[in-house]
């Protein structure tokens, strides 16, 4: 690390306009470089369930980790910091020096589009689960990103939602999580795209106050990819970096500022030594006699931690003894629904990854029962949502005969100006030529069932699809979101049918037309004849019926849970519900699968076997989960989320603005704070979740009397009661009866995960911060603990808190 006093002379080196211009990306992803003071270009790419890189493109895999949902569910904050290090790790292999991960926001209402990215429902939870992996990411000479500042938390109307919130939730629940990571260190924090009171978070004095002035943030702001749309206001807040470049609203904008003295030269000083600063401890500032290492970690040992990862925010909800399965007892297991044999192991949006391999759950079991019991395989009802994109196991190039594609793009003549063999249709930023006016994909299909096949392209403009010549669809569909998500990632799909025949090869050819300010990603999709819906629900009755044991795996699709779009419901598709509800009926030994990255509703949960929550589980999701059904490991997870049994019992819901405003007025009381206040009980409380063996809870003990301002530990005995050694998450939560301010019926405050044998009893030790008993006093506008009485809970649960401890805060001197 440089020293301040260097970082300004190599400042002075600049010229007022160079000094600008290292403040706007060089372009989507990388920043400008400046050889006057041997500055190279940072690189910056999406997380953070994995890291793609400065490019779309299938044959540039990534590891996938499971969902931040996922991370959170472990409860784990050493096995989060590990993937922090593997994702650090995957960076620096792609030459990548900042990961815009993770992300901080809540999930303040179920219907959040994107919960599978953020961590939790709780603002402690949040911020030690994000801390670590920042921890994680930091220790190898890569800067984590924290994003989005602040109150983000839904994607309706995301880039111009103003979101109304008071001051104290504001510093008690929205910001917290952030305060955790600046104090882990965090390098680099993004602003949001959305208002806060009124004020777009790139122009906020938020990123002033509190992030340098009370939490002694040192590092980077960037703006969210297009969020900064002013160029004085975002000058003067605390923004130190515009993305994507290199066009924007700084540039010769903000050097005339400066020149008119609207902009003190001082202030755009600052935002270059923060940049220089990140540029010296990532190594791309100053001579590099030595390339930045990039290493190749052994893909055994990455697979088994991301697999030990999926194992481990596996959350067991339910168990009527049918979990473990025992293998001796296993003749034949029937394996059921669409997704155990195409499992979604991530969500959908900006931060997608091509995976190097991804296993279902009827790979994982497959070959975890290959030699020892039979695995039959019935896929139910077709799902719900777009057809998936074509890959190399359904078409051929036609020029070469491998599996794939042919990736074309034309001029405006029909003239070929580049064609490229890829491995699939997801076509996101194909490379244009100049003159580029098409991009075209074609591939021979290579159907493995006779019938109605539903295929299906992606974009916008002018787009068409045609079956050995024949023209099949073709229109002009415009562009009607200004979301970048949208634009570029998950655009909207158009569709078809056509008959296909097994053993033909019919060429499929799809084109979208370029236009301005529509992107150029086009997806090509096929999926194949679905079968009548009763007739697949008795298959896979037939089939649980014959079976010892049957898995059923249902969840959600693209189409629920994405990046730039929230949910307007919980429930899976009726044809889900429908095959879990068949399946369990035809057999008790049901287990169901749960395949989701938020909350669903689970209408038929009281009639299965086992219940089991994987998530979005990553690349080895399906042998982490096989893990678990057969005892290889304990399921681990706890929910960091409270589900609703339905939508309307939840207490906060609203993600839609009403004139651009989204108001929060439920304040403090989010997630299991807002179930208590409302006196209603969920499907599943925050913090629940099963092990393989019982626990009884046994003593709560803790000081009588604590400074306020002092944080304390409490001491909870626990037994293993079960016939198996087990692992526990001892929570602890806070209330303060007889406050004079208002505070939640009772919040979380800490948890430790103990592990016993049968029998044994084991003490888990919880500290408990001194800032969770605070409270920011909005007259004041400062932090205030409150003297009085404050019971201390411990517990399994948010709703299962079986010991109390009473503690006196006594004034500090």
């Known amino acids: 690390m440089r020293d301040e006093d260097e970082l300004d002379r190599l400042i002075d080196k600049l010229t007022p306009a160079a000094r600008v211009g290292l403040l706007t990306g060089a372009d989507t992803w990388r920043t400008a470089a400046e050889p006057a003071v041997e500055l190279r270009p940072l690189v910056l790419s999406d997380g953070p369930a994995g890291v793609r890189g400065p490019s779309w493109d299938e044959r540039h895999t990534a590891v996938l980790l499971p969902s931040a949902t996922a991370l959170a569910a472990t409860w784990d904050e050493p096995l989060v910091e590990r993937l922090g290090s593997l994702l650090a790790l995957e960076a620096r292999r792609k030459g990548v020096h900042v990961v815009l991960a993770p992300n901080l926001n809540l999930h303040r209402s179920p219907l959040g589009g994107r919960h599978f990215e953020c961590f939790s429902e709780d603002p402690e939870l949040t911020g030690r689960m994000g801390a670590a992996l920042v921890r994680g990411i930091q220790a190898h000479q890569v800067a984590a ?88 206001e975002t000058a003067r807040a605390g923004l130190d970096l515009v993305m994507p470049g290199p066009e924007g609203v700084w540039g010769e904008a903000l050097l005339g500022a400066v ?105 994982g079991l497959r070959a975890r ?49 580049s064609s490229e063999h890829r491995l699939g249709a997801r076509q996101l930023e194909p490379s244009l030529p100049p003159g580029a006016h098409t991009v075209e994909i074609r591939a021979r299909l290579r159907p493995r ?58 060429l499929l050819v799809a084109r979208r037309e370029l236009a301005p300010d529509t992107g150029r990603a086009v997806i090509v999709g096929a999926a194949p004849p679905a079968p009548a819906t009763g007739v697949a629900l008795a298959a896979a009755a037939e089939a649980a019926r014959a079976a010892d044991v049957a898995v059923v795996v249902v969840g959600t699709t693209e ?53 089991l929550l994987s998530w979005f589980p990553g690349q080895e999701g399906g042998a982490g989960l096989a893990d678990v059904l057969l005892g290889r490991r304990e399921p681990g997870g706890r929910l960091p989320t409270t589900w609703p049994a339905a939508l309307a019992d939840a207490p906060v819901t609203e993600t839609r603005p009403t004139d651009g405003r989204l108001t929060y007025g439920e304040g403090l009381h989010i997630g299991h704070r807002g179930w208590l206040r409302a006196g209603r009980t969920p499907a599943y409380w925050f913090g629940h979740g099963l092990g393989f063996t019982r626990w009884a809870y046994e003593e709560l003990t803790g000081p009588s009397r604590v400074r306020a301002g002092e944080s304390f530990t409490v001491r909870v005995r626990v037994r293993n009661t079960g016939a198996r050694p087990g692992r526990e998450v001892v929570q ?27 029998g044994e009893s084991v003490t888990a030790q919880v500290r408990v911060p001194a800032r969770l008993l605070r409270h920011w006093d909005e007259a004041a506008h400062r932090w205030h603990t409150e003297p009085g009485p404050c019971r201390v809970f411990a517990g399994r649960s948010a709703g299962d808190v079986p010991l109390l401890l009473d503690v006196e805060l006594r004034a500090a001197d």
């Open 145 to 232: 990103a924290a994003k989005h500042y602040v109150a983000n938390d839904s994607e309706t109307e995301r880039l111009t939602v103003d979101v109304r919130v008071g001051e104290r939730a504001l510093r008690e629940v929205y910001l917290a999580p952030f305060e955790a990571a600046v104090a882990a260190g965090v390098r680099v924090v993004m602003a949001g795209y959305n208002a806060v009171n009124g004020t777009t978070t790139s122009a906020s004095s938020l990123l002033t106050t509190p992030l340098r002035s009370e939490w002694g943030f040192d590092g980077v702001v960037v703006s969210d990819w297009g969020a900064a749309r002013t160029t004085v």
């Open 259 to 363: 020149e008119r003295g609207e902009i003190a030269q001082e202030v755009v000083d600052d935002k270059v030594r923060h940049l220089l600063r990140l540029a010296a401890r990532l190594g791309v500032l100053g001579r590099d006699p030595h390339p930045w290492p990039r290493p190749h970690p052994r893909p055994a040992a990455v697979r088994a931690l991301v697999r030990e990862a999926a194992a481990a925010g596996a959350v067991l909800l339910t168990n009527r003894d049918v979990l473990p399965l025992d293998v001796r007892d296993l003749g034949t297991v029937a394996v059921i629904g669409a997704h155990a044999a195409r499992t979604r192991t991530q969500g959908g949006g900006s931060a997608g990854v091509f995976p190097q391999k991804e296993i279902a759950v009827l790979d």
């Open 369 to 417: 029962l290959r030699g020892r019991a039979r695995v039959v395989y019935v896929p139910g009802p077709a799902p719900a949502g777009p057809p998936p994109p074509l890959d190399a196991s359904l078409c051929t190039d036609p020029e070469t005969g491998e599996p794939g594609l042919r990736l074309r793009v034309l001029d405006v003549d029909g003239g070929v100006l």
């Open 449 to 506: 069932l006779s019938g109605v096949w539903t295929l299906g392209i992606a974009g916008f403009g002018r787009m068409s699809l045609s079956l050995d010549g024949r023209e099949l669809l073709a229109g002009d569909f415009p562009r009607e979101t200004d979301d970048p998500a949208l634009i570029h990632v998950t655009p909207p799909g158009h569709t078809v049918t056509a008959e296909l025949t097994t053993g033909t090869a019919p």
């Open 559 to 611: 189409d629920d849970e994405r990046e730039g779009l929230d949910r307007v419901h919980l429930r899976l598709d009726p044809q889900q519900d429908a095959l879990v509800r068949a399946v369990a009926a035809a057999n008790p030994r049901t287990v169901a699968v749960v395949n989701s990255g938020g909350p669903v509703e689970l209408p038929w949960r009281d009639e299965v076997g086992a219940l």
């Open 732 to 758: 602890v939560y806070l209330a303060r009866p007889g406050a004079t301010v208002d505070f939640p019926q009772r919040w979380f405050a800490g948890y430790a995960a103990v592990s016993a044998g049968p």
